[in-house]
């Protein structure tokens, strides 16, 4: 519980808070890491079914994995952690939410401004035509789906081997450039470009909480504090001592 205080104290002092998610915050949710043992990585080798490439060649095939992560989706709801972070947005006390996630977890928990640094599942779009379509507006009965110029049409995400958007990196970017506080949540953001945000939050000299159980790459090099519990507890906790806080 100290350990809630100390960061609820903090947190509150901070004029320019940012959080930074990734795929922990939504295991609570239901959605596996795509990297752990029941994910979708552990069935479909990324290097077949992960790839802008390997879409390009074979789109029906890497729609069997799709269609899956879109039935994982569908099942999700925001958890704790999530519906935390739309409440300290709510208070004035968040400025952004900066996720790795495709679930749309965070704008259905309530949270308004998200960047989606890997992109969405709401959407699906041909990269043909460039025409978008609602993800319900679109029947997987028979896979691949196509827009009606032919092209198999893909989810709005970002594959391996494809360049972030150029609006969410620089949105990214320049949340860390300037917040003096950043939340770390179920991310180890040790890929790039996304490892590039808590670093570049830490030179800007911005103090650096992370939650997550396991320890990681910034755990031992960057981050100022450490929670090593799930965000479905933490996040609550912080948010509890910061009402004890405005009661006292």
Known sequence: MDDYRRMAERISRSSYAVALTGA?????????DFRSAGGL???YDPSEFGTIESFRANPAKVWKMLAELDQVLA??????????????EKRGILRLVITQNVDSLHQRAGTTKVVEFHGNNRTLRCDSCGQRFPRESVSLASLPPRCPCGTALRPDLVFFGEPISGDAYHQAMAAAGKC??????????????ASQIPRLA???GAFLLEINPKAS???HHLTDFRIAEPAGIALPGI???????YNS
């Open 75 to 88: 099942s999700a709801d925001p958890n704790p952690a999530h519906r935390t972070l739309a409440e300290l």
């Open 239 to 245: 948010l509890a001592a910061l009402d004890e806080s």
């Open 24 to 32: 922990g915050i939504s295991v609570e949710s239901g959605v596996p």
């Open 180 to 193: 003096d506080f950043m939340l770390i949540v179920g991310t180890s953001a040790s890929v790039a470009p």
């Open 217 to 219: 790459e910034l755990s």
């Open 41 to 43: 990585w552990s069935k």
């Open 202 to 204: 830490k030179q800007n």
